[in-house]
């Protein structure tokens, strides 16, 4: 008999976990990626090929590590294709002038290597990124989504053995970039072309309140608070009629703090604060934004920056910044630099310090970073944050002392400057930590059932 059970899916803009709740009422995050170090929670990434095969979570990341330890390069190639073409000439003062008949010549990039794509989630509200560039051909993101959802559904149908064909997928309060309603639009055609035939919505911190208060019989008003690779996301809701009083999100993340940490401890190492040439200039401010991820980092790989570097040396009071700053880009070393900007970020929540170390050709950082620094770097988001808290509690009409409890969730919400905060405005008895990876999935697996059983 078919079990008629439906799923819900947290797609992260670091993580994705997919539940269902099984026979006896409990939420079962399923294993889609077993050699993942918790294999119910897969990395939100994508490797690409040049002939379009795509691999997803772990073994995704391993196959970019490879390719760049190997060194397999993209090149551009020009070609003739063979065919002729009509190309309009410039008309000139003696007036028409007839199409002149050319060789087609086009560019084809060549790779044996592929392509990460990550942090999917951050795009799906950007009206600039509609398509994403794949080896030349342009495909829409939401057909790439798509992709990683039919996967996690594939995945999810064969553990359970049958195909499953409604969901609810997890939306934070606010996408980065606005555009709530785009991304939306964006998700369910994604979910569709996962094969999904019915499609709803829950906010990403009302989960995480149906996981968290699934046993509250008495009266409470908690605030749940969901903090991310890519948002925070806080709700405020009365138990048990799971009434929510406030939805307030802030579009930032753990993503945001790795580009702090590398603009503030890092970009010295390539170039910022070194001079250049006769009159003795900074390098323009442009390349350090583009170093803000390592996505950005791998699109300054043209022809034109090397050029730049070129001229960038001359006098340059930090020559060695310099050969680091390219062998970072051309090398395709901005993955590896921001995975272990991650690892250090993370130790950084269970110790004082961390050693950030990386050594590449012409790339040598041995570093420490400590706590204190690293929580200075962020005090402007701490004050955004508490910001943040404030606005729910007056969406909500309430104080914070009105406030029984504070459910926190998210893998962001493991920094203790972060746990300090809320235990400052709220008392340390009133924290109730979730599992940070598993809960939003859990949660939606809940509504799913209630949704779907209407
Ligand atoms: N122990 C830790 N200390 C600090 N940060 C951590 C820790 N573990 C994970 N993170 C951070 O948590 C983020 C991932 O958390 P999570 O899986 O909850 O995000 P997500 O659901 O993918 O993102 P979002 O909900 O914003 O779309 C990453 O930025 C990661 O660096
Ligand atoms: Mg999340």
Same mark, same amino acid.
């Given at each position: 008999?078919?079990?008629?059970? &439906?799923?819900?899916?947290?797609?992260?803009?670091?993580?994705?976990?997919?539940?269902?709740?099984?026979?006896?009422?409990?939420?079962?995050?399923?294993?889609?990626?077993?050699?993942?170090?918790?294999?119910?929670?897969?990395?939100?990434?994508?490797?690409?090929?040049?002939?379009?095969? *795509?691999?997803?979570?772990?073994?995704?990341?391993?196959?970019?590590?490879?390719?760049?330890?190997?060194?397999?390069?993209?090149?551009?190639?020009?070609?003739?294709?063979?065919? *002729?073409?009509?190309?309009? @000439?410039?008309?000139?003062?003696?007036? !028409?002038?007839?199409?002149?008949?050319?060789?087609?010549?086009?560019?084809?990039?060549?790779?044996?290597?592929?392509?990460?794509?990550?942090?999917?989630?951050?795009?799906?509200?950007? @009206?600039?990124?509609?398509?994403?560039?794949? !080896?030349?051909?342009?495909?829409?993101?939401?057909?790439?989504?798509?992709?990683?959802?039919?996967? #996690?559904?594939?995945?999810?149908?064969?553990?359970?053995?049958?195909?499953?064909?409604?969901?609810?997928? +997890?939306?934070?309060?606010?996408?980065?970039?606005?555009?709530?309603?785009?991304?939306?639009?964006? #998700?369910?055609?994604?979910?569709?072309?996962?094969?999904?035939?019915?499609?709803?919505?829950?906010?990403?911190?009302?989960?995480?309140?149906?996981?968290?208060?699934?046993?509250?019989?008495?009266? =409470?008003?908690?605030?749940?608070?969901?903090?991310?690779?890519? %948002?925070?996301?806080?709700?405020?809701?009365?138990?048990?009629?799971?009434?929510?009083?406030?939805?307030?999100?802030?579009?930032?993340?753990?993503?945001?703090?790795? %580009?702090?940490?590398?603009?503030?401890?890092?970009?010295?190492?390539?170039?910022?604060?070194?001079?250049?040439?006769?009159? =003795?200039?900074?390098?323009?401010?442009?390349?350090?934004?583009?170093?803000?991820?390592?996505?950005?980092?791998?699109?300054?790989?043209?022809?034109?920056?090397?050029?730049?570097?070129?001229?960038?040396?001359? *006098?340059? %009071?930090?020559?060695?910044?310099?050969?680091?700053?390219? &062998?970072?880009? /051309?090398?395709?070393?901005?993955?590896?630099?921001?995975?272990?900007?991650?690892?250090?970020?993370?130790?950084?929540?269970?110790?004082?310090?961390?050693?950030?170390? /990386?050594?590449?050709?012409?790339?040598?950082?041995?570093?420490?970073?400590?706590?204190?620094?690293?929580?200075?770097?962020?005090?402007?988001?701490?004050?955004?944050?508490?910001?943040?808290?404030?606005?729910?509690?007056?969406?909500?009409?309430?104080?914070?002392?009105?406030?029984?409890?504070?459910?926190?969730? +998210?893998?962001?919400?493991?920094?203790?400057?972060?746990?300090?905060?809320?235990?400052?405005?709220?008392?340390?008895?009133?924290?109730?930590?979730?599992?940070? !990876?598993?809960?939003?999935?859990?949660?939606?697996?809940?509504?799913?059932?209630?949704?779907?059983?209407?």
């Amino acid at each position: 008999m078919a079990k008629k059970i &439906s799923y819900g899916i947290d797609f992260g803009t670091t993580n994705s976990t997919i539940a269902y709740i099984n026979e006896r009422d409990e939420p079962v995050k399923l294993k889609i990626d077993p050699n993942a170090d918790n294999p119910c929670v897969m990395r939100s990434v994508i490797y690409v090929n040049q002939k379009l095969d *795509m691999l997803f979570g772990k073994p995704a990341v391993d196959a970019y590590i490879t390719d760049v330890a190997l060194n397999k390069e993209s090149k551009k190639r020009i070609i003739e294709t063979g065919r *002729m073409i009509k190309v309009a @000439q410039p008309a000139n003062a003696g007036g !028409f002038v007839p199409d002149k008949i050319v060789p087609e010549i086009i560019e084809v990039e060549e790779s044996d290597g592929g392509r990460l794509l990550q942090a999917l989630k951050s795009n799906l509200s950007s @009206q600039i990124v509609s398509n994403i560039n794949l !080896f030349g051909s342009n495909k829409p993101i939401e057909w790439v989504v798509g992709q990683f959802l039919k996967e #996690m559904k594939q995945r999810a149908d064969e553990i359970i053995g049958e195909s499953i064909n409604k969901v609810v997928i +997890g939306r934070p309060v606010e996408y980065v970039g606005g555009n709530n309603q785009l991304a939306i639009d964006r #998700m369910r055609s994604a979910a569709k072309i996962a094969g999904f035939k019915e499609i709803e919505f829950e906010y990403e911190p009302i989960a995480a309140a149906y996981d968290y208060g699934i046993d509250i019989k008495n009266k =409470q008003i908690s605030l749940i608070y969901d903090f991310g690779g890519g %948002t925070l996301d806080i709700s405020i809701v009365r138990f048990p009629e799971k009434e929510v009083l406030a939805n307030v999100g802030l579009p930032i993340g753990g993503d945001h703090f790795n %580009t702090k940490i590398f603009t503030s401890e890092l970009s010295q190492y390539f170039g910022k604060g070194s001079k250049y040439g006769l009159r =003795q200039l900074s390098l323009p401010e442009s390349i350090f934004a583009s170093m803000k991820n390592w996505y950005l980092i791998s699109l300054l790989k043209t022809e034109s920056f090397a050029n730049s570097i070129e001229h960038f040396k001359f *006098m340059n %009071t930090n020559p060695k910044a310099l050969l680091a700053l390219k &062998s970072l880009v /051309f090398n395709n070393l901005g993955f590896g630099i921001y995975e272990e900007i991650e690892k250090v970020k993370k130790n950084l929540s269970s110790k004082e310090f961390e050693k950030y170390n /990386f050594i590449a050709k012409d790339i040598e950082i041995n570093t420490t970073i400590t706590k204190n620094v690293f929580e200075k770097i962020i005090q402007d988001d701490l004050v955004n944050i508490d910001k943040t808290i404030n606005k729910a509690l007056k969406a909500a009409n309430i104080k914070s002392e009105e406030i029984d409890a504070v459910a926190t969730t +998210g893998g962001s919400s493991l920094i203790p400057a972060i746990y300090k905060q809320l235990q400052n405005k709220f008392g340390a008895k009133k924290i109730k930590e979730s599992d940070a !990876f598993t809960s939003v999935a859990a949660g939606l697996a809940h509504r799913a059932k209630e949704i779907f059983s209407r």
